[in-house]
T-cell receptor, first 112, second 113 residues
Framework: GQQLNQSPQSMFIQEGEDVSMNCTSSSIFNTWLWYKQDPGEGPVLLIALYKAGELTSNGRLTAQFGITRKDSFLNISASIPSDVGIYFCAGRYTGTASKLTFGTGTRLQVTL | NAGVTQTPKFQVLKTGQSMTLQCAQDMNHEYMSWYRQDPGMGLRLIHYSVGAGITDQGEVPNGYNVSRSTTEDFPLRLLSAAPSQTSVYFC????????????FGPGTRLTVL
């Protein structure tokens, strides 16, 4: 089955720095989602994108639906320690309302 | 309102044993799904259901069975556990036609020896 390629796999940053990560697919999606997973818990939805070129923010988080519909980007501004976790992208195809394909995850660690 | 609940939280099985992972949601969501999460692999869809009495296979269905007799419950059955099924299992639910907010349970960590 298809998996989305997410990069970077992991990153260490200092508190206050901005963070960028991206997700690419060999196929077109009509919905892109970004999740965060804390240790020992299930993923929690951060941002949902429904239209090519769409740029959506949620507090310090901003995500974009790539123009080609084969990629998406997540930016975190002014990182804080509670941003630590694993960030997953997920895509959905047209007509598959309940089937998400997840990326491999980006592990973020923030140092003081 | 408990959201999505999963039991057990941890389980150790021997190869060949069977067991059922339980999942329940109290939000009256039509859609429910089972994922497994392995290191470096993200989450992969095992089975999903769009309503009571309706189930379908996801990306990695082999070795797992599901049923959906009620809207609330979506159990995942391992008929003959194998070491390759060692993983963390997440159940998720969302409402049909609504926002894309898919609620995940806390997960079941399964080890097959």
């Amino acid at each position: 089955g298809q998996q989305l390629n997410q990069s970077p796999q992991s990153m260490f940053i200092q508190e206050g720095e901005d963070v960028s990560m991206n997700c690419t697919s060999s196929s077109i999606f009509n919905t892109w989602l970004w999740y965060k997973q804390d240790p020992g818990e299930g993923p929690v939805l951060l941002i949902a994108l429904y239209k090519a070129g769409e740029l959506t923010s949620n507090g310090r988080l901003t995500a974009q639906f790539g123009i080609t519909r084969k990629d998406s980007f997540l930016n975190i501004s002014a990182s804080i320690p509670s941003d630590v976790g694993i960030y997953f992208c997920a895509g959905r195809y047209t007509g598959t309302a309940s089937k998400l394909t997840f990326g491999t995850g980006t592990r973020l660690q923030v140092t003081l | 309102n408990a959201g999505v609940t999963q039991t057990p939280k941890f389980q150790v099985l021997k190869t060949g044993q069977s067991m059922t992972l339980q999942c329940a949601q109290d939000m009256n969501h039509e859609y429910m799904s089972w994922y497994r999460q392995d290191p470096g692999m993200g989450l992969r869809l095992i089975h999903y259901s769009v309503g009571a009495g309706i189930t379908d296979q996801g990306e990695v269905p082999n070795g797992y069975n599901v049923s959906r007799s009620t809207t609330e419950d979506f159990p995942l059955r391992l008929l003959s556990a194998a070491p390759s099924q060692t993983s963390v299992y997440f159940c998720a639910s969302r409402t049909r036609g609504g926002p894309d907010t898919q609620y995940f349970g806390p997960g079941t960590r399964l080890t097959v020896l």
